[in-house]
Structure formats: C-alpha cells, structure tokens
C-alpha cells in the first residue's frame, strides 16, 4: 500500500469531473419534482442522451453538437413520459420505470454500430489568471466547459425557483395543483416544460459520460447513475445548494475509492465500489430535514 502516490490536489480536482453527470441529472429532477411530478426515468434518459450524444457528435465532429443532441434526446423521451403522464393520467411510478427499461433497451440498439469507437475530443479550457493560483487554480479552474456549464444551470435554477414569478408558479403547482389551477395557472402546461427541461439536463449528464469521462460509447454505462440522482433530490430536500453538496460529496467518494484501490489498500474492492452510494445517502440522511412538493407524484384531473 502507497498513499504517498495520492495526489490531493488532482484528487479534489477529480471529484467535480466526477460529480458533473450526477449534478446535471439531479437539478433537471428537482426541477421536475417542485412541479409535482415523480419521473423515476431518469437512468432511461441519461442512457438515451449518451448513446444521442454520443452519435451527433461523432457524426458531425462536434462534441458541442453531441451535446445539444442529446439534450434533444432526453426531452424528447420525457415528452413521452409527460403525455402519457399529463393527459392521458397514468401512473407516474409505473410510467417512470417503464420509462427506464425503454430507455435502456432504445440506446442499446441506437449504438451497436458504435460501440469500440472514440469521441471528439472536448478540451479542458484554462480561465486566464485564475487558473494560475496555485492550489485553487488547478482545482477549480481548469476543467472542461461542461463542469461550468451544470453549476451555471444550478445557479440558473435556484435564481428561477426563488427570484422569478414563474418560479414561483411552478412551486404553487408543485405544492397544490388544485389551488394553482384554481387560480388560472396553466398546470399542465407548466408541468410539460418542467419535465421536458429534466429530460434535457438529464441528457446532457449522460452525454457527458460518453463524450467527456470515458469517452466512447458503452452499454449500460450510466450504471445506476441516475437513480443516485434521484436519491440526491430527495436526500437534498429539494434545494439547489444542497443538490450541488451531494453530488460532489458522491463524486469525492467515488475518486477517492479509485485512488486507494489503485494505492492498494487491503480492502476487498466490492466495499470500496460501494462506499460512494452509502456515504452520499448516509450524509444526506443526517441533513435532510425538508418536506416534499404537496401534490408530488398526484395525477392532476381540471374536471375533478
């Protein structure tokens, strides 16, 4: 065992790489979740925006273009979520699982030909004087623009949620959609572009595994990624700042155990895969202190 051969800096580094996919999930099912609405397909649309990702930017040379792809692809698979969800009233569970297994087996298709194949490189940008500071330059000011792409959205959000009024309707629709409706608030249609703007973060988290973390296209390779976004929702009581804390919390785990397994730490590797998800649950557990959105997971009917 070497723990000398663990470099602190690179390690902290490391982590907002590895928290990005799960940030950029999670804050689109917050989004989702405050309109009240439960998408539990959140792993089936990050798996669609990778292999979606995935394609257009190999296709077209651009990982930029992947991006956008497959922030295309991810609201269009929640759009079929919110239909069937929002007018023709199915189960929102039932619907959100579903919505995974297709998701699942719809990339799986769309990216046999690919397979084996590397993405476009995306470069990591170094901002001009700040990423000279020594220490704090290198870890938070010279990564790719996708890390400073999802804390601008987490920024974005909370502005929206607590500064706007539009904000605040898709709050009152969250808390009591009866009341909101009641008031003239469109509930449907608020709650559609609240499930379509997760399904887009959602995409682009998974596209970020497939053109920035590995980068190739891999089957199956958000690995559960997106339910620990749907943990961190819940565990971070619904607000934006604790969001950003479990993710990074779960991205410093997960570094963290790759480097002592490389340092050859004797601990069987199965405890060390695991110490990501029961750390960031363990810690969220003991500060979740939050109520959900009233009217979350409730079938919303303007004739009942």
């Known amino acids: 065992m070497d723990l000398s051969a663990i470099n602190p800096i690179l390690l902290l580094a490391s982590l907002m790489v ?21 998408n539990l397909g959140v792993e089936g649309m990050m798996i669609t925006g990778a292999v979606c990702g995935f394609i257009v930017a190999t296709a077209t040379g651009s990982p930029w273009l992947g991006f956008l792809g497959a ?26 699982l579903a919505l995974t297994l ?26 001009p004087l700040l990423g000279d500071i020594p220490v704090i330059g290198p870890i938070v000011f010279q990564h790719d623009p996708m890390v400073y792409v999802g804390l601008g959205i987490v920024a974005g959000v909370w502005w929206f949620l607590n500064r706007t009024r539009a904000g605040l309707v898709l709050r009152a629709v969250g808390e009591n959609h009866d009341a909101a409706h009641a008031l003239g608030y469109h509930v449907r249609r608020t709650r559609m572009l609240a499930i379509m703007f997760g399904g887009a973060c959602a995409g682009l988290g998974g596209a970020y595994l497939s053109l920035v973390r590995v980068p190739q296209w891999t089957e199956g390779m958000t690995a559960g990624a997106g339910w620990i976004a749907l943990a961190i929702v819940v565990f971070a009581s619904w607000k934006p700042g604790r969001l950003v804390l479990g993710a990074y919390l779960f991205g410093g785990v997960t570094v963290l155990q790759l480097n002592l397994q490389a340092a050859g730490v004797a601990v069987p590797v199965e ?6 998800y029961l750390a960031t649950i363990a810690v969220l557990v003991i500060m979740s202190a939050g109520r959900a959105p009233g009217s979350l997971g409730r079938i919303f009917h303007a004739a009942r």
């Open 71 to 96: 922030a295309l692809g991810g609201a269009l698979l929640s759009l079929l979520f919110g239909v069937l969800t929002q007018f023709l009233l199915s189960n929102q569970v039932a619907t959100g």
């Open 102 to 127: 297709f998701g699942l087996g719809l990339s799986a298709l769309m990216g046999q030909s690919y397979l084996g194949i590397r993405a476009p490189a995306f470069p990591d940008i170094h901002v």
């Open 271 to 276: 405890y060390l895969s695991m110490s990501p």
């Open 18 to 38: 590895a928290a990005t996919p799960i940030l950029l999930a999670a804050i689109g099912e917050l989004v989702v979740e405050r309109a009240g609405v439960l």
